[in-house]
């Protein structure tokens, strides 16, 4: 006759620490997310933004050498 090995039984954590769990690292990348948005949101204190603005004045274009005119007639 052999001996049974009796396996333990495997304990099952609760779903309210699962759900606890899951709740805290959902706020530590929502607080990880803030924090780096707010790091990109803030000037560096190396001035601001620089515009410029111009007017643009056409050119003047020469008028073309030469115009050609080509008529086809229908042939019967």
Do not use: C, I, N, W
Request: proline share 7%; net charge positive.
């Amino acid at each position: 006759m052999r001996a049974r090995s009796r396996r333990r039984p495997r304990h099952r954590r609760p779903a309210a620490l699962l759900l606890l769990l899951k709740l805290a690292l959902v706020g530590l990348v929502f607080a990880a997310g803030l924090a780096l948005g707010q790091t990109l949101a803030e000037e560096d204190g190396r001035g601001g933004t620089l515009s410029y603005e111009r007017t643009l004045k056409p050119l003047t274009l020469a008028p073309a050498p030469v115009t050609v005119t080509v008529t086809v007639t229908a042939r019967e």
